[in-house]
């Protein structure tokens, strides 16, 4: 008898831990979800409008890389915008269920001020989620740090969005470190790459991705 009540309070305890979390003993982030398959048609690049895409673009031996300068045009003539290189992740907008990016992201020493992934779309405001780099930090939009010292080297993004909870996890290299409410509900997608921010943005801003991915639940 003992070692069945014990038994069961084992199992409160997992159900307890688990709830509203999605890494315990050494679980993936991607446990449970189904990869959704990605073609070069889902990747849809936005480049400043005045410059070809070469100029501030390269993709070799699977390594996205984008660039930017603080002084660039936006994406088109006449949007009001910061200058940005990014892939708008295309054919799977979403507004209800679970959906997570992965990606492997790489933030050369001197980017700073620039969102170098996004969950475009909210209720309100254009964006339920913008991760930016300052010096080396990761910061949810300019307000909560995320993780630190990330400049010059590989690290895994996984971001996890739970449409009808509200909520987003953020993941680097497996480890859970932010969680966060949305902006509400919206026609959402994922992008990633530079997109220099509101203010204090470097000169010239650079992330490099590989293995972009999309799960869902």
Known sequence: MKGSNCYRLLIIIVVVCLKDRWLVCGADPTDGFSEVPLTDENFDLQKPFNIPLSRR??????????????????????????????????????????????????????????????????????????????????????????????????????????????????????EEKFVVKDQGPGDLYFKCGVYAAPSKSSNFMESRWRDIKLFKK
């Not at 739970?162 to 497996?174: H, L, Q």
């Open 57 to 174: 673009y390269n993709d070799s031996d699977g390594i996205r890389s984008f660039w930017v300068y603080t002084n660039d045009k936006p994406f088109k003539p006449d949007s009001g915008t910061r200058p940005r290189t990014e892939i708008r992740i295309k054919g799977h907008d979403y507004s209800s269920g679970i959906w997570q990016f992965e990606g492997y992201g790489f933030v050369p020493k001197g980017t700073s001020g620039v969102t170098i992934m996004q969950i475009h779309g909210a209720s309100e405001g254009a964006t339920t989620l913008q991760l930016r780099i300052y010096d080396g930090d990761m910061r949810y939009y300019r307000y909560n740090l995320v993780a630190t010292d990330l400049y010059d080297k590989w690290f895994r993004l996984n971001v996890i969005h739970d449409v009808g909870k509200g909520k987003i996890w953020v993941f680097i290299d497996g």
